[in-house]
């Protein structure tokens, strides 16, 4: 069954640092997401993305976040200065369609610490 | 206002018994979805079942059903004959409309345990 990819699966970081999370998404997903989930807390919606253009993004992706579709396969997360507060599991999903019964598949997450 | 609740943090239930994970949720629109995945200790998020505000009849999925009780608001997770391999965090989450391209809002999960 197709998955969605994300590497690594464990990044450290010095705080101030840039970092990029990497994702392939499903081969034929439109949609993609970022979400992120601190350390025994809920998961947290950080951006959506279609059509090579942000659709929505919440207040936590600041002006230190990025996304980007570099090619036809990777999907990205860049945080260009890294702060302690940064550190968290970081999962990309991707859809079929962004909205109906079609779910999100999630990876199984990048786990980013910052020193 | 949370969007999800999820008020049990932790559940503890015996090999083979049936276990109901609660979910209330809040929202004005009429359309809506709701979806529930499960988070083993590995980390990963697996989809489980999905229902729409819509469907007329609950969601099944093999050994997980949906309770959905639209005028209640909620949308428990019914795991039958559970087994060792259900012990996993389980989050709720809802998907509402957002001009086609929805994000989930999730619940803060329960944390299920099966014992032998």
């Known amino acids: 069954e197709p998955e969605v990819t994300q590497t690594p699966s464990h990044q450290v970081t010095q705080m101030g640092q840039e970092v990029i999370l990497r994702c392939v998404p499903i081969?034929?997903?439109?949609?993609f997401y970022w979400y992120r989930q601190i350390l025994g807390q809920k998961v947290e919606f950080l951006v959506s993305?279609?059509?090579?253009?942000?659709?929505?993004k919440s207040e936590i992706f600041d002006d230190q976040f990025s996304v980007e579709r570099p090619d036809g396969s990777n999907f990205t997360l860049k945080i260009r200065s890294t702060k302690l507060e940064d550190s968290a599991m970081y999962f990309c999903?991707?859809?079929?369609?962004?909205?109906?019964?079609?779910?999100?598949?999630f990876g199984d997450g990048t786990r980013l610490s910052i020193l | 206002a949370q969007k999800i609740t999820q008020t049990q943090p932790g559940m503890f239930v015996q090999e083979k018994e049936a276990v109901t994970l609660d979910c209330t949720y809040d929202t004005s629109d009429p359309s809506y979805g709701l979806f529930w995945y499960k988070q083993p200790s590995s980390g990963e998020m697996i989809f489980l079942i999905y229902q729409g505000s819509y469907d007329q009849q609950n969601a099944t999925e093999g050994r997980y059903s949906l309770n959905f009780q639209k005028a209640r608001k909620s949308a428990n997770l019914v795991i039958s004959a559970s087994q060792l391999g259900d012990s996993a965090m389980y989050f709720c989450a809802m998907r509402e409309p957002n001009f086609g391209n929805e994000k989930l809002t999730f619940g803060t999960g329960t944390r299920l345990t099966i014992i032998p």
């Open positions: 993305f279609y059509n090579n253009e942000i659709s929505e």
């Open positions: 999903a991707s859809a079929s369609r962004g909205q109906g019964s079609q779910p999100q598949h």
């Open positions: 081969s034929n997903h439109l949609y």
